[in-house]
């Protein structure tokens, strides 16, 4: 992935810069200068390296503002001073001056604090750049290592994150993902005023399987039939397992009737062909489930959707499993039984 470089200055100040800064075949360039239009770019698309001008309005203030965003105090930000005045006192002033100078910049939010000395005060090398310039492209190679330090953490992260949200024997998300996954899909459901379901469902009979073959035929026995839930899922379902031999489908922008539907067809692929755990042992197995949908009301962190469609689990099983029982199939029939006691 390329570097990218946001240049917070004018056509001029970036016509100053080192010939280097603008390699295309390097670098991602955008140039802007104003201030609003800099926030939001950093916002949607935030750069890894800033170079501002000093002598544009809002320059110290915008390396401030990037410092205060968590999120985005990763950026390098190169502060690069051209004002007159500035230059002025410097010559004026001496290195003590200038020492405190760069002092307070850097306390404002700058990662770096670079003099552009006049046309009349540059003194080439003999590889054509001045000393300016190799201090500018020193510090964005400081940059670019802590663009890739940033980087390799963030992928270190999210490797870490995936183990810690996976299940190590079906590879389904496990239950710490689930409720990290599903406040957000009611969230974004109630955004968009779409429907959203889920299923709570059970192996039948698993202690039965534990206690008859073993513990080891009980886990490749769920192994398998997460395989197989997984191949006859839909790309907006997610499964985790959420205990045991219990697991749960989020179902977005699905109704409760869509629920049941998905449900019915689930338990017939479980129970329509048995599971060959190997050459010699082949088992049939049944699933209960139980569906419920997204209500006004519900909490955020969706605990009473989940006792919803736990409550609806618990009727199936308990009326004879191997069969899925919506919410609103429970609402009514426990209407009915009230209406006829």
């Given amino acids: 992935m390329k570097i990218s470089i946001l240049v917070f200055g004018s056509n001029n100040f970036l016509a100053k810069l080192p010939d280097q800064i603008r390699d295309q075949t390097a670098y ?4 802007i200068t104003d201030v609003s239009q800099a926030v939001a770019h950093i916002q949607i698309t935030p750069p890894d390296i800033i170079f501002l001008q000093a002598s544009l309005d809002s320059s110290i203030q915008l390396c401030g503002w990037l410092k205060e965003q968590t ?6 930000s190169i502060f690069l001073e051209d004002r007159p005045e500035e230059l002025a006192n410097r010559n004026r002033y001496g290195w003590e001056w200038e020492l405190q100078m760069t002092a307070a910049i850097l306390n404002q939010g700058a990662d ?5 000395l006049p046309e009349d005060k540059k003194d080439y090398s003999l590889t054509g750049l001045t000393a300016n310039d190799r201090l500018i492209l020193a510090h964005l190679t400081v940059g670019l290592r802590k663009v890739q ?3 390799d953490l963030i992928q270190k992260n999210d490797l870490l994150s995936a183990i810690a949200l996976a299940d190590s024997l079906t590879e389904l998300n496990n239950r710490r993902a689930l409720e990290w996954d599903l406040p957000r899909q009611i969230q974004k459901a109630q955004n968009q005023n779409t429907p ?3 299923i709570i469902l059970d192996v039948d009979y698993f202690k039965k399987v534990n206690d008859t073959y073993g513990h080891l035929v009980g886990d490749r026995l769920l192994q398998l039939l997460c395989s197989r839930l997984r191949h006859n899922l839909r790309s907006q379902d997610t499964a985790f ?51 419920a949908s997204l209500e006004v009301g519900d909490d955020e962190k969706g605990l009473s959707l989940l006792h ?3 409550q609806c689990l618990f009727h199936a099983k308990a009326t004879g499993r191997n069969q899925a029982i919506s919410w609103e199939h429970l609402s009514r029939f426990s209407h009915l039984q009230a209406v006829s006691s």
Avoid: C, M
């Fill in 308 to 310: 919803r469609a736990d």
């Fill in 71 to 76: 999120q985005l105090s990763w950026i390098y």
């Fill in 28 to 31: 991602i360039l955008e140039v």
């Fill in 149 to 151: 330090k940033y980087r």
């Fill in 196 to 198: 959203l379901s889920l």
């Fill in 241 to 291: 397992r959420y205990g045991g031999e219990e697991f749960v489908i989020v179902l977005a922008n699905t109704t409760g009737e869509e629920a049941l539907l998905v449900a019915d067809r689930l338990n017939r692929v479980v129970s329509e062909q048995p599971f060959a755990i190997n050459s010699k042992v082949t088992i049939d197995v049944t699933i209960s489930l139980g569906t």
């Fill in 112 to 116: 770096a604090y670079v003099w552009q």
